[in-house]
């Protein structure tokens, strides 16, 4: 079902314009290099929004005779949700991996091997992921069928978050080059997504009744 979703999100060509976003803003992150884990904060929000608006496309990527018919072979409407929130982890495993080590090659951090930047930006970017997933997975059908409010919310949604109190702590630190706060971060933005897919889904199974 995973490699399923990739393909119906990678045929709708609708993953363009987030991937564009993320990555003008990436180039602009390595436009004028830092440290290398002020730049992995740096490069997070944008992850937050590119994953949040890729659950909003994997979840409306197709019409609702689709979704039914994927839904009777799966057995429930609730694990089509949540695997569609599950596909685009995987779809982020792949930039996040990619610009981790693009952070931990270019980043000024004398005092810390090449493979600890590159871990320690991997989990941040894809905390920002998570997050943006547990975000994105409210907000598509069946729970919200109308785009314009939909593609609003993913946009305050990201915001509200990054005005947080943890999430500025977390950013502060790393801007401090402490890289402690992160571990706790995947682990409860780990929870977070869960405990967001797991409720949506079942709100989805409701509504498909």
């Given at each position: 079902m995973i490699a399923f979703t990739t393909r119906l999100v990678l045929r709708s060509m609708q993953w363009v314009a987030p991937f564009l976003v993320l990555l003008i803003w990436i180039l602009l992150a390595?436009?004028?290099?830092?440290?290398?884990?002020?730049?992995?904060?740096?490069i997070s929000p944008a992850f937050i929004l590119w994953a949040t608006w890729m659950t909003l496309i994997a979840g409306n990527v197709d019409d609702d005779p689709h979704r039914d018919l994927i839904a009777a072979a799966l057995g429930s409407a609730a694990r089509v949700h949540a695997?569609?929130?599950?596909?685009?982890?995987?779809m982020a495993t792949l930039p996040a991996g990619a610009v981790s080590l693009l952070v931990a090659l270019t980043g000024h951090q004398p005092d810390r091997s090449t493979g600890f930047v590159a871990t320690v930006t991997f989990?941040?970017?894809?905390?920002?992921?998570?997050?943006?997933?547990?975000?994105?997975?409210?907000?598509h059908r069946p729970l919200l069928r109308h785009r314009g409010a939909a593609t609003l919310l993913s946009?305050?949604?990201?915001?509200?978050?990054l005005l947080l109190p943890p999430t500025r702590t977390l950013l502060r630190s790393l801007d401090s080059g402490n890289p402690t706060p992160t571990a706790w971060a995947l682990v409860i933005c780990t929870i977070w997504a869960t405990a967001a897919t797991t409720t949506a889904a079942r709100i989805s199974a409701n509504r498909s009744r």
């Open positions: 390595f436009g004028n290099p830092g440290d290398s884990l002020s730049n992995a904060g740096s695997l569609r929130s599950a596909s685009v982890a995987a989990a941040v970017l894809m905390s920002a992921a998570l997050v943006g997933i547990s975000i994105g997975t409210l907000l946009i305050a949604g990201p915001v509200g978050v």
